[in-house]
């Protein structure tokens, strides 16, 4: 299976930063990687696909780069809507697999 | 507005079994492959199982800690998706999420999820 690798597991920062997670691939995914925003309580969403495609809605300060092993969710100007879970997951077929998250606070 | 929504969680006993459905709308059901993801703090996010399509002869596919337990269905005349759960262990207990997903945007929806405990 492929093991995906997130980075780092919790990130404070204020309103107004820019923050950055990565995520690491056991193997080469192409460009086969989601990110998704978990709010405390609720089921995760989508906020991009295929490494840099954002999602329907998800606002531009939000960016993916990244392909083969090697990926990052930046995040400019932090809102403080931003604030919750963040986990990368490939989509290079079954099994998918998820990264261990990253929990964004509030500074 | 696409909608997915989970039921027939709760508590059972270890050894147990329990049925999962979800009842999707606001799209083409039967043009979609459906997964169930659950989550728990021990091991954070797992993706459990896929069903495809019928073109696609309902292939099905199971983590291997479910594998033999669990059985993943459709029912694109109701535009549900179930998770039969056979012999339940303890490491089973989570929030169980019905997902949409395609090859190319990955799992666009997700329900509010259900809650399965196992527990004697």
């Known amino acids: 299976d492929i093991q995906m690798t997130q980075s780092p597991a919790s990130l404070s920062a204020s309103v107004g930063e820019t923050v950055t997670i990565t995520c690491r691939a056991s193997?080469?995914?192409?460009?086969?990687l989601a990110w998704y925003q978990q709010k405390q309580g609720k089921s995760p969403q989508l906020l991009v696909y295929?490494?840099?495609t954002l999602a329907e809605g998800v606002p531009s300060r939000f960016s993916g780069s990244g392909s083969g092993t090697q990926f990052s969710l930046k995040i400019n100007s932090l809102q403080p809507e931003d604030f919750g879970s963040y986990y990368c997951?490939?989509?290079?077929?079954?099994?998918?697999?998820f990264g261990g998250g990253t929990k964004l606070e509030i500074k | 507005e696409v909608k997915l929504e989970e039921s027939g969680g709760g508590l059972v006993q270890p050894g147990g079994s329990m049925k999962l459905s979800c009842v999707a709308s606001?799209?083409?059901?039967?043009?979609?492959?459906m997964n169930w993801v659950r989550q728990s703090p021990e091991k954070g996010l797992e993706w459990v199982a896929e069903?495809?399509?019928?073109?696609?002869?309902?292939?099905?596919h199971y983590a291997e800690s479910v594998k033999g337990r669990f059985t993943i269905s459709r029912d694109d005349s109701k535009s549900s998706v179930y998770l039969q759960m056979n012999n339940l262990r303890a490491e089973d207990t989570g929030i169980y999420y019905c997902?949409?997903?395609?090859?190319?945007?990955?799992?666009?929806?997700w329900g509010q999820g259900t809650s399965v405990t196992v527990s004697s």
């Open positions: 997902t949409r997903i395609t090859t190319v945007v990955a799992m666009d929806y």
């Open positions: 606001g799209f083409t059901f039967s043009n979609y492959w």
């Open positions: 069903i495809r399509l019928k073109s696609n002869n309902y292939a099905t």
């Open positions: 193997e080469n995914i192409y460009s086969y």
């Open positions: 295929n490494a840099k």
């Open positions: 997951q490939h989509h290079y077929g079954t099994p998918y697999t």
